[in-house]
């Protein structure tokens, strides 16, 4: 048997395959115990305008981006999904924050909190197309997903709630409470592998119509395991003709693509800001579509908030108050770049390594090529090995032979997959070695 070649022979074999691309410092592999340093740059980004693949490929332009970010030397990071860094200028501001908030203290919080917290909620409101009345804060887009299902009080006994394979695994578990609390029956389906737009919307209307009292169902816009976006739009309005709700995870969505509400077309949509907006951790928020309040009960019955409110649907109690005044300032930073530019720099850097390895044997990629159903994430799987054990394997193997962090992903029909997410402060290179390693790793059998 050939020895697995060092790392040493993998950076050069790499450099070969990268070509010109790998000319570009990586982010990772270099200093174990360094940090890079971030700087502001020569002046304000401002988004670039144009062909967006264009665009995506200006790497002076993205060059100046990544170095808006502190990032560590220890790894090359391919698992940006866990929560987004926040950029340098967003964490000069939270600093700040954090600071104002410790020095003034009840001062501040009871006089001057309350007006800052509704701007960023009118903030967050525009992001993603909504009405400031239609938006809530929450610590995440679990907390706000968990209190529109179990708050959600349209279902009785005999009824049917509905989700996906794909869905995530808390919000498998707020249904199926919901169910045994009301003595509903839960009902479940498996997305197509490979998907298209298609045979997602067949299996959809397939599950519907075996199950007519379906009253509530769960769709995840871009599920946290293989990436796919679902159509969500068209899935929802199925399910509308059929008298059911939809409630939508939209945890890795607002920020990751162009996207808006009406996009969605649901009346319940749980949403992250710390994820692809670069937020701190901890901030999410809770849509409900204006004249829908009535089908989620209030929060433990809370009397401190008019019922007529959105706001007395989610209590969290005293909240980090540095956390949500930092918003405004991550969307800025946001729209500094833009939305669309940053879809396209994200797409451009999952197919730089999706198409290097997805005619190579053994090599199952889990989301397809259509443009709408794929944006930064994307799974993969070798030899068809779905256990828990083979991916936790080939994650390690990446980690600790590679220098490349992904995280393996689990509760798939088909089988667990390893998970790859790349983001601003990723580079071609960075693909480039990801193509290379799983090349390497897939030709061992």
Same mark, same amino acid.
């Given at each position: 048997m050939t020895p697995n070649p060092s790392r040493r022979d993998f950076l050069r074999d790499s450099a070969l395959l990268g070509a010109a691309s790998l000319t570009m410092p990586t982010t990772g592999l270099g200093l174990a115990t360094d940090d890079r340093v971030a700087t502001d740059g020569p002046g304000p980004l401002v988004p670039l305008v144009g062909d967006l693949a264009a665009v995506a490929r200006d790497e002076g332009y993205w060059k100046k981006v990544a170095a808006r970010y502190r990032? *560590?030397?220890?790894?090359t990071n391919l698992e940006a999904g866990?929560?987004?860094?926040?950029?340098? #200028? %967003?964490?000069?501001?939270?600093?700040?924050? $954090?600071?104002?908030?410790?020095?003034?203290?009840?001062?501040f919080a009871r006089r001057e909190y309350g007006p800052m917290l509704r701007a960023a909620r009118?903030? %967050?409101?525009?992001?993603?197309g909504a009405q400031p009345t239609e938006i809530?804060?929450?610590?995440?887009?679990?907390?706000?997903?968990?209190?529109?299902?179990?708050?959600?009080?349209?279902?009785?006994?005999?009824?049917?709630?509905?989700?996906?394979?794909?869905?995530?695994?808390?919000? !498998?578990?707020?249904?199926?409470?919901?169910?045994?609390?009301?003595?509903?029956? %839960?009902?479940?389906?498996?997305?197509?592998?490979p998907a298209s737009r298609e045979n997602i919307l067949a299996a959809y209307a397939a599950a519907l119509e075996a199950h007519p009292r379906t009253r509530l169902l769960l769709l995840t816009h871009c599920n946290n395991k293989t990436g796919l976006l679902l159509p969500v739009k068209e899935v929802a309005a199925l399910a509308r003709t059929r008298g059911v709700d939809v409630v939508v995870d939209a945890a890795h969505s607002f920020g990751q693509v162009p996207l808006t509400m009406d996009d969605l077309g649901a009346d319940f949509v749980g949403i992250n800001l710390h994820k692809w907006v670069g937020a701190p951790v901890g901030a999410g928020a809770l849509y409900i579509r204006t004249g829908r309040l009535d089908a989620i009960d209030r929060a433990h019955a809370d009397e401190s908030v008019s019922p007529d409110r959105i706001e007395s649907r989610?209590?969290?109690?005293?909240?980090h108050f540095a956390t949500f005044?930092?918003?405004?300032?991550?969307?800025?930073? !946001?729209?500094? $770049?833009?939305?669309p530019?940053?879809?396209?720099? =994200?797409?451009?850097?999952?197919?730089?390594?999706?198409?290097? %390895?997805?005619?190579? #044997?053994?090599?199952?990629?889990?989301?397809?090529? @259509?443009?709408? =159903?794929?944006?930064? $994430?994307?799974?993969?799987?070798?030899?068809?090995?779905?256990?828990?054990?083979?991916?936790?394997?080939?994650?390690?193997t990446l980690f600790e032979e590679f220098g490349i962090f992904t995280f393996q992903r689990t509760g798939i029909a088909n089988g667990d997959c390893v998970?790859?997410? #790349? *983001?601003?402060?990723?580079? #071609?290179?960075?693909? @480039?070695?990801?193509a290379a390693a799983i090349r390497n790793i897939a030709a061992r059998g």
């Open positions: 990032i *560590t030397d220890k790894v866990y929560f987004g860094l926040m950029a340098a #200028p %967003v964490l000069a501001k939270y600093h700040e924050h $954090i600071d104002r908030v410790n020095r003034e203290n009840s001062y009118e903030r %967050v409101a525009a992001f993603v809530t804060f929450s610590r995440g887009a679990t907390e706000a997903l968990q209190a529109l299902i179990g708050q959600y009080n349209r279902v009785r006994a005999g009824d049917t709630v509905m989700y996906a394979d794909l869905d995530y695994n808390a919000m !498998q578990w707020a249904m199926n409470a919901l169910a045994q609390r009301t003595g509903a029956r %839960v009902a479940t389906l498996d997305i197509p592998e989610l209590h969290t109690g005293t909240t005044m930092a918003i405004p300032d991550a969307l800025d930073f !946001q729209q500094s $770049i833009g939305i530019q940053k879809a396209a720099r =994200l797409r451009y850097l999952r197919d730089r390594w999706v198409h290097a %390895v997805r005619d190579v #044997p053994g090599v199952d990629v889990l989301t397809p090529e @259509d443009p709408s =159903l794929t944006g930064a $994430i994307t799974g993969f799987r070798l030899h068809g090995r779905g256990s828990r054990e083979a991916n936790a394997a080939l994650a390690r998970r790859v997410t #790349p *983001t601003l402060y990723n580079t #071609p290179a960075d693909a @480039d070695m990801l």
